[in-house]
């Protein structure tokens, strides 16, 4: 798409291959059990393919030999067939193989009768999946913009992510209407369920800060759930990160032609000062925002119809 950058890859995609068998049953999924009561907590990574922060940070934790002081703690790798095809050379096209890994977890496609790598993955992970009480999924992004917590549409989540306090900037939101995503499962999505689901966006997708604000976040979580010592996560913690700003999401543009552009080379995180601005064109369709000091989250790339173009989100305090 001309207009937008391309990125570099200023990372590199770790070997998972020791991983493979796991202890869970689940190849790529692996349990350490304090042998204490406390809460099941998984930290996941590579539901997209392409996303090497979260790969890095977990492949980090397990090689730090991080362990749960209580509870349980899971470390896992998702969609590994897609991170398995990545290739510095192409990297936009392993997000997956089929279908988005992300967008497959509602029950009636859970348990439906359509079959794709990621279907069938999902369904591998999912009994694992139904015994975690609270998950951090790392992901990142198509665009360089501040790392971005993807808190969900209901007010545990914002509560979870304002107390992790990093990334600072938390978007209260309901998720596509092309799927439901992996955040937004069961128990997650359940406003009487104490289960509990963060998304981190890290920053670009390839970019070379993006591991370590996954590390830190996947730290401030366990901490946050008296999973490890202080001690252990101090040296990750940064100490000068602004009060949370939660952004609440009241619109997502969903693309309803094959003629979709933006009206300018958005990257997320714009603030569009008036009312009635144009955002883009939608076949001859204008978008415009719908309110003032309206914030543009995720705008996307795969400008395709069904998918969500960008969501429109509103500074809250
Ligand atoms: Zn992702």
Redesign the pocket.
């Known amino acids: 798409m001309s207009g937008y950058p391309s990125y570099a890859v200023e990372l590199e995609a770790p070997d998972l291959g020791s991983y493979r068998t796991g202890n869970t049953g689940v190849p790529y999924y692996t349990t350490f059990d304090s042998g204490t009561d406390g809460p099941h907590v998984l930290i996941n990574a590579l539901?997209?393919g392409n996303?090497l922060c979260g790969a890095i940070a977990v492949d980090y934790l397990l090689r730090r030999r991080v362990r749960p002081t209580r509870g349980r703690l899971t470390l896992g790798f998702a969609n590994v067939a897609a991170y398995l095809r990545f290739d510095p050379a192409d990297p936009n096209a392993t997000?997956y193989v089929d279908e988005d890994f992300?967008r497959v977890w509602d029950i009636a496609t859970l348990e439906g009768d359509r079959t794709s790598v990621e279907l069938e993955r999902a369904r591998e992970i999912r009994p694992l999946i139904d015994t975690v009480d609270y998950l951090l999924d790392i992901?990142?992004?198509q665009h360089r913009t501040v790392p971005l917590m993807m808190a969900g549409p209901l007010e545990k989540g914002r509560t979870l992510a304002r107390a992790i306090g990093l990334p600072r900037h938390v978007i209260a939101d309901a998720g596509h209407a092309a799927g439901r995503r992996l955040r937004d499962y069961a128990g997650f999505a359940d406003p009487a369920s104490p289960r509990n689901a963060l998304?981190v966006?890290c920053g670009q997708h390839w970019e070379r800060a993006a591991p370590g604000i996954a590390i830190e976040t996947s730290m401030r979580f366990l901490l946050q759930f008296g999973m490890i010592d202080r001690r252990a996560a101090e040296p990750h913690l940064s100490t000068d990160i602004p009060p949370p700003q939660v952004i609440e999401v009241t619109d997502a543009v969903t693309i309803t032609t094959d003629r979709f552009r933006f009206a300018g080379d958005f990257v997320g995180m714009e603030c569009l000062p008036k009312a009635g601005m144009t955002i883009g064109f939608d076949g001859d369709t204008a978008i415009v925002t719908p309110y003032d000091n309206c914030v543009l989250i995720m705008p996307t790339r795969r400008l395709a119809k069904g998918q969500t173009a960008v969501r429109l989100g509103r500074l809250i305090g």
């Open positions: 539901v997209h996303e997000r992300n992901h990142s992004m998304l966006e």
